[in-house]
């Protein structure tokens, strides 16, 4: 099952797009952005955000779920949000940029696409924050989202080794 559009109250996530990548070099060069996730380098550069749009799309039709765009109508993009079926469950990422924290955002495109990721039916629906990013587990709460009590090892490019990341699952 993959989706192409969803749309809520101020947001709409669509397919990600080669044109997105200015913007998603903007945001990511933001060191408070890019350390907080797992691929994002520390510097992104245009040509750096050229290829991680790329390397989404090249595997998106050979993945389960979707990958989304998540814009506010007026501004563009803000961020990204992808739910994909992993090994037993759906595992859903995101990153907002910074002008846009606090606004609610994160909460209202992860309620967007955890809707997606339970049709998929591959599993319990997952996510994980890096410790050090309480906002982000707060904004996972908010959409249904509760802590399984275990801490992993993620990596992150833009930190250049693991760090723990706090593990939850969509509540039933």
């Known amino acids: 099952m993959t989706?192409?559009?969803?749309?809520t109250d101020r947001l709409v996530l669509r397919p990600l797009d080669l044109a997105d990548a200015p913007r998603i070099a903007r945001f990511a060069a933001d060191p408070g952005v890019a350390r907080m996730t797992s691929s994002f380098p520390l510097q992104q550069t245009v040509v750096g955000a050229e290829g991680?749009?790329?390397?989404?799309?090249?595997?998106e039709p050979h993945r389960v779920g979707g990958e989304?765009?998540?814009d506010l109508p007026g501004e563009g993009l803000i961020g990204t949000i992808g739910a994909h079926a992993?090994?037993?469950a759906v595992e859903i990422g995101y990153w907002?940029?910074?002008p846009w924290w606090g606004h609610g955002f994160a909460t209202e495109a992860l309620r967007a696409v955890t809707d997606v990721a339970?049709?998929?039916?591959?599993?319990?629906?997952?996510?994980?924050h890096f410790a050090d990013n309480p906002a982000s587990g707060r904004a996972l709460?908010?959409?249904?989202?509760?802590?399984?009590?275990e801490v992993a090892p993620r990596f992150s490019l833009?930190?250049?080794?693991?760090?723990p990341s706090r593990l939850m699952r969509l509540a039933a």
């Not at 991680?52 to 595997?59: D, E, F, M, P, Y």
């Open 68 to 70: 989304f765009a998540i």
């Open 3 to 7: 989706v192409s559009h969803v749309r």
């Open 96 to 98: 907002i940029g910074r």
């Open 52 to 59: 991680w749009v790329l390397i989404r799309q090249a595997l």
């Open 158 to 163: 833009a930190r250049g080794e693991s760090a």
């Open 141 to 149: 709460e908010k959409a249904g989202f509760v802590y399984t009590g």
């Open 86 to 88: 992993s090994i037993g």
């Open 118 to 128: 339970k049709g998929l039916r591959h599993g319990p629906v997952v996510a994980d």
